[in-house]
């Protein structure tokens, strides 16, 4: 569990140092966290390291989301959700993490910035930051992932 809790922290320092150099918001907390396992073999020892009380709350293709029972404390506060994802060989950064904003706001700011993408889903959409050799990325969603998930507090 050691291994995959440095991997979530480090991903969430990563994401909120880029967080801070390029955005204004640098009091957003964390609302989610993806750590990107590199190996198979990696993806195989952090799957199994998550304990018994902590619960899948998202399966999709590219790996789990679980709620963590005893949250892991990050540099932007509290992350309760970890997402560990597959490898994949388009996606070499260690992982991000979801900041929660005031999207309107955020959006309007930085959408036209060129290191920022948006990027959009069914149910939401995110501005994704994004900047080469950084190693990871920051997301601001329009909707929080624990609404998306319907988790409450």
Do not use: W
Request: charged content about 30%; some cysteine.
């Amino acid at each position: 569990m050691d291994d995959l809790i440095k991997a979530a922290k480090e991903a969430v320092s990563k994401s909120n140092d880029l967080k801070n150099k390029f955005t204004y918001a640098t009091d957003a907390p964390v609302e989610f966290g993806c750590v990107f396992c590199q190996t198979p073999e990696e993806y195989e020892k952090f799957t199994n390291t998550i304990t018994p009380l902590d619960r899948i709350v998202e399966d999709t293709p590219s790996g789990y989301t679980y709620l963590l029972k005893e949250p892991i404390e990050t540099v932007s506060g509290p992350l309760r959700l970890l997402k560990i994802r597959k490898p994949d060989p388009k996606r070499k950064e260690r992982g991000d993490a979801d900041f929660n904003t005031n999207y309107e706001e955020f959006s309007s700011r930085y959408q036209s910035d060129p290191r920022f993408k948006i990027v959009e889903h069914k149910t939401f959409k995110y501005l994704r930051l994004e900047v080469p050799g950084s190693g990871t990325m920051a997301c601001f969603s329009n909707r929080p992932k624990s609404k998306v998930l319907g988790l409450s507090g």
